[in-house]
C-alpha cells in the first residue's frame, strides 16, 4: 500500500513508519477528494467553504446561528468566518441581522437565494459526494467511518 502511494508522490525513500505513510496517505486522500468537490462547484460560484455554511445554516433552520456557531460546526477550520460571511452576504446568500435584546449577537440566516442554490446542488452534491467512495461496499464505508473517527479521538 504504502508503495502504491510512494509511486503516487515519487518519493523515492521508505516512509519512515506506517504511522508516517498513514498520515500522507490522509491527507493526500483529502486533498484529493476535496478538489475535486472545489471542481464540481466551481460553475456554480461557490467554494466547498461556502458550500458548508450554506448546509450548516439550511440544517438550522428559520431561526439561524450566530457565527461562533457556524465556526464551530464547520468540518474545516477557518480562521475568518466574519470575512467568509461578509462575502456570502455580498452575493445574497445569507442575511445577517442584529438581536434587538443582546446587540453583541448577530444571527445568521440563509435567504431565499441559498435555499435555492443548495436546491438546484444537492443531487450533483450526493453524486461527488458518492463518487470517491463506488468501489467500497457499506461494510468497508462504516469501518472507514469508525477507524478514521479513531485516528481523530487521538488528534
Excluded: W
Excluded at 125 to 138: G, I, K, M, S
Amino acid at each position: 500500500m504504502s508503495l502504491e502511494l510512494s509511486q503516487e508522490i515519487k518519493q523515492k525513500a521508505p516512509f519512515s513508519s506506517l504511522e508516517h505513510a498513514a498520515q500522507i496517505s490522509i491527507i493526500r486522500t483529502s486533498s484529493r477528494i476535496v478538489d475535486a468537490f472545489e471542481q464540481m462547484l466551481k460553475p456554480h460560484g461557490i467554494t466547498a467553504t461556502q458550500f458548508n455554511v450554506l448546509r450548516i445554516l439550511r440544517g438550522a433552520g428559520e431561526e439561524g446561528l450566530c457565527r461562533y456557531e457556524i465556526a464551530e460546526r464547520m468540518v474545516t477550520r477557518m480562521p475568518d468566518v466574519t470575512r467568509l460571511l461578509d462575502r456570502m452576504e455580498e452575493s445574497g446568500y445569507i442575511v445577517r441581522e442584529r438581536s434587538t435584546e443582546d446587540r453583541r449577537m448577530v444571527q445568521t440566516t440563509l435567504t431565499e437565494t441559498g435555499r435555492r442554490l443548495l436546491a438546484k446542488i444537492d443531487d450533483e452534491v450526493a453524486a461527488e459526494q458518492q463518487r470517491p467512495f463506488r468501489t467500497l461496499n457499506p461494510e468497508q464505508l462504516e469501518t472507514l467511518i469508525a477507524l478514521l473517527s479513531q485516528v481523530r479521538q487521538n488528534t
